[in-house]
T-cell receptor
Framework: KAGVTQTPRYLIKTRGQQVTLSCSPI?????VSWYQQTPGQGLQFLFE???????NKGNFPGRFSGRQFSNSRSEMNVSTLELGDSALYLC?????????????FGPGTRLTVT | EDKVVQSPLSLVVHEGDTVTLNCSYE??????LLWYKQEKKAPTFLFML????IEKKSGRLSSILDKKELFSILNITATQTGDSAIYLC?????????????FGTGTKLQVIP
């Protein structure tokens, strides 16, 4: 079974631009969660999508948004990029059924904002 | 606010040593506690714990949860240099079909030969 894939793997943007990151979950997984990882803050929860609906959201500004498609693929968008948005963005998928709540992570997208 | 605290923040041991990593939590709605290992890439899943007192084991790694005292430990016996990584503890505070996972900042383990 293929794992979680994320594209692109690396991205360099300038302040003020916007960016869209993509995540394809493990086949059959309906839940996709997004995280931001920085050296200072660790892994911070951004949001979770389940069956095309955002179910939970972390404490991030409205510049961070996302969506999920009917095939469970998810995209995350960050508008008006700031230097502090430089981070590793990880997505994780899980089955969320019958007690299976383990999350499996993709390789991440390393975003650098200059 | 949900909180997951790991200790120690970092640890250096020699090959063959046994280490114990700690994770305590304070959350509104506990569903499960998860341990991950992160090397220079995405975290890889180690264990999911939902019940107190039941040890989960995988090779030299084991973990146990205490839901009364709100903590978990991860033990690694006979450590090897390949165990060097950041170990992340997380708590799933979701319910029903929701999933919301709060992570600790991790324990950085370095195993030296």
């Amino acid at each position: 079974k293929a794992g979680v894939t994320q594209t692109p793997r690396y991205l360099i943007k300038t302040r003020g631009q916007q960016v869209t990151l993509s995540c394809s979950p493990i086949s059959g997984h309906r839940s996709v969660s997004w995280y931001q990882q920085t050296p200072g803050q660790g892994l911070q929860f951004l949001f979770e999508y389940f069956s095309e609906t955002q179910r939970n959201k972390g404490n991030f500004p409205g510049r961070f948004s996302g969506r999920q498609f009917s095939n469970s693929r998810s995209e995350m968008n960050v508008s008006t990029l700031e230097l502090g948005d430089s981070a590793l963005y990880l997505c994780a998928s899980s089955l969320v059924a019958d007690g299976s709540y383990e999350q499996y992570f993709g390789p991440g997208t390393r975003l650098t904002v200059t | 606010e949900d909180k997951v605290v790991q200790s120690p923040l970092s640890l250096v041991v020699h090959e063959g040593d046994t280490v114990t990593l700690n994770c305590s939590y304070e959350v509104t709605n506990f569903r499960s506690l998860l341990w991950y290992k992160q090397e220079k890439k995405a975290p890889t899943f180690l264990f999911m714990l939902t019940s107190s007192g039941i040890e989960k084991k995988s090779g030299r790694l084991s973990s146990i949860l205490d839901k009364k005292e709100l903590f978990s430990i991860l033990n690694i016996t006979a450590t090897q240099t390949g165990d060097s990584a950041i170990y992340l503890c997380a708590v799933d505070v979701g319910s029903g079909g929701y999933q919301k996972v709060t992570f600790g900042t991790g324990t950085k383990l370095q195993v030296i030969p």
